[in-house]
């Protein structure tokens, strides 16, 4: 069972930046085969999509994100990350990762941006 461990959440005020990761513990050749996503939940709200890259490393953002946020991996450390820039309040939520060839999501981590 893939497990994913992210990392890097936290309060920020609007306008600043915060870099999520996101380590799988998938082998490396499950890894480089694998569509990784980041998805959030608002307060309140349904789970969303954010970013997602495939295994050619296609980006696909959210609409709201778009310019701001950047998905990346690197295959050998097996790990995605979400930079996030020009943070706005809207941006609050838990913050996910998910794997989706095994179907596993992360224990999700907290991001906080105040007005």
């Known amino acids: 069972q893939v497990q994913l461990v992210e990392s890097g959440g936290g309060l920020v005020q609007t306008g600043g930046s915060l870099r999520l990761s996101c380590k799988s513990s998938?082998?490396?050749?499950?890894?480089?085969?694998?569509?990784m996503g980041w998805y959030r939940r608002p307060p309140g709200n349904e789970r969303e999509l954010v970013a997602t890259?495939?295994?050619?490393?296609?980006?696909n953002y959210a609409e709201p994100v778009k310019g701001r946020f950047t998905i990346s991996r690197n295959i050998a450390a097996r790990t995605v990350w979400l930079e996030m820039n020009s943070l706005k309040p809207e941006d609050s939520g838990v913050y996910y990762c998910?794997?989706?060839?095994?179907?596993?999501w992360g224990q999700g981590t907290l991001v906080t941006v105040s007005s």
């Open positions: 890259i495939t295994t050619s490393g296609s980006r």
């Open positions: 998938a082998s490396s050749s499950d890894f480089r085969i694998n569509t």
């Open positions: 998910h794997d989706a060839r095994s179907g596993v």
